[in-house]
T-cell receptor
């Protein structure tokens, strides 16, 4: 059973550096989501793809953040000029059920910006 | 302002006790999901409730969706140390089925002591 996978699991970077995370969704799922979770909080929505089209972006996604899903399969999330406030767990989820929308999450990428 | 309020935020109980976690909102949800998350991992889907008044059971866990689809509860009978974790409720708001964006509560941290 291949669930959602994310790489890397942990990333430590210095302020000002760029980082890129990858998400591989469940293969038959056409919907892909990115969320951000800080300590003691629930995940917050960042962006949504249906196939290769990015259909919604949260206001949380500043212009330093960009996400792609070029072939409608895996997705990448890039953060440019990282800031300490970007430190969080970045979660990817995928879904194939539009009405009920059961989302299955990957293990997350823990980002620490020093 | 949190759209989905979970209570309590923290719960520490002895093995064998019963507990209930609440998830409340003033908004109507077309569906609501409960997840369990362990430290350093992504949330794992436990159940999805769709119909107002619906009750679902998963072994010792009982989930209920309010009649008006604005609130939900999770009841655990005879808690075990393996139930320890962060419990998250997440709602799909009416009209959000196009994107499937989930709104999460802030979570309930449960600790079950042997």
């Amino acid at each position: 059973d291949t669930g959602v996978s994310q790489d890397p699991r942990h990333k430590i970077t210095k302020r000002g550096q760029n980082v890129t995370f990858r998400c591989d969704p469940i293969s038959e799922h056409n919907r892909l989501y990115w969320y951000r979770q800080t300590l003691g909080q629930g995940p917050e929505f960042l962006t949504y793809f249906q196939n290769e089209a990015q259909l919604e972006k949260s206001r949380l996604l500043s212009d330093r953040f960009s996400a792609e899903r070029p072939k409608g399969s895996f997705s990448t999330l890039e953060i440019q000029r990282t800031e300490q406030g970007d430190s969080a767990m970045y979660l990817c989820a995928s879904s194939s059920t539009p009405l009920v929308n059961e989302q299955f999450f990957g293990p997350g990428t823990r980002l620490t910006v020093l | 302002t949190q759209l989905l309020e979970q209570s309590p935020q923290f719960l520490s109980i002895q093995e064998g006790e019963n507990l209930t976690v609440y998830c409340n909102s003033s908004s109507v949800f077309s569906s609501l999901q409960w997840y369990r998350q362990e430290p350093g991992e992504g949330p794992v889907l436990l159940v999805t409730v769709v119909t107002g008044g619906e009750v679902k059971k998963l072994k010792r866990l009982t989930f209920q969706f309010g009649d008006a689809r604005k609130d939900s509860s999770l009841h655990i009978t005879a808690a075990q140390p393996g139930d320890t974790g962060l419990y998250l409720c997440a709602g799909l708001m009416n009209g959000s089925s196009n994107t499937g964006k989930l709104i999460f509560g802030q979570g309930t941290t449960l600790q079950v002591k042997p």
